[in-house]
């Protein structure tokens, strides 16, 4: 698999994962993806990530199901950071933040302090059991 060879990998084996809503352009998540679970990502066109947590793969919507189909799957200049264009399934509108929000990415820095901006579509104690 020569094109995994030219991801720069971090010292931990490692790189940056961005996940984009490929219908609206939403940020919805960050995470991490090892080699393993990029490859499993190009083979199955689902996202896999890596829980440094957990130290497993994960694969997104494995409890929640909330999985992400991969359309595409791009590199920055730098080789050290990947884009994800996905759709996200499993609720509409999709949710891709464990704490049942759309996106991760629901604070915004308003008068010196962070607010939530975006609605919890689904109670996360009901996704997670």
């Given at each position: 698999?020569?094109?995994?060879e030219q991801?720069k990998?971090?010292a931990?084996?490692?790189?940056?994962?961005i996940?984009?809503?490929q219908?609206?352009?939403?940020?919805?998540?960050?995470?991490?993806?090892?080699?393993?679970a990029l490859?499993k990502?190009a083979?199955?066109g689902r996202a896999?990530?890596?829980?440094?947590?957990r130290a497993?793969?994960?694969f997104?919507?494995e409890?929640?199901?909330?999985?992400?189909?991969?359309h595409?799957i791009?590199i920055?200049c730098d080789?050290?950071?990947?884009?994800?264009?996905v759709?996200?399934?499993g609720?509409?509108?999709?949710i891709?933040?464990?704490t049942?929000?759309?996106s991760?990415?629901?604070?915004?820095l308003?008068?010196g302090?962070?607010?939530?901006?975006?609605p919890v579509?689904?109670?996360p104690?009901s996704i997670?059991?």
């Open positions: 698999m020569d094109w995994l991801v990998w971090d931990q084996g490692l790189v940056p994962v996940a984009q809503e219908g609206t352009g939403d940020v919805l998540m960050f995470a991490w993806m090892n080699r393993e490859a990502t083979e199955l896999v990530y890596f829980s440094r947590s497993k793969l994960w997104k919507g409890e929640s199901g909330h999985v992400q189909t991969v595409e791009r920055d080789n050290d950071v990947v884009l994800l264009k759709t996200q399934l609720h509409d509108p999709g891709a933040c464990h049942g929000r759309h991760c990415f629901y604070s915004v308003k008068d302090q962070w607010q939530s901006v975006e579509l689904k109670n104690e997670y059991k």
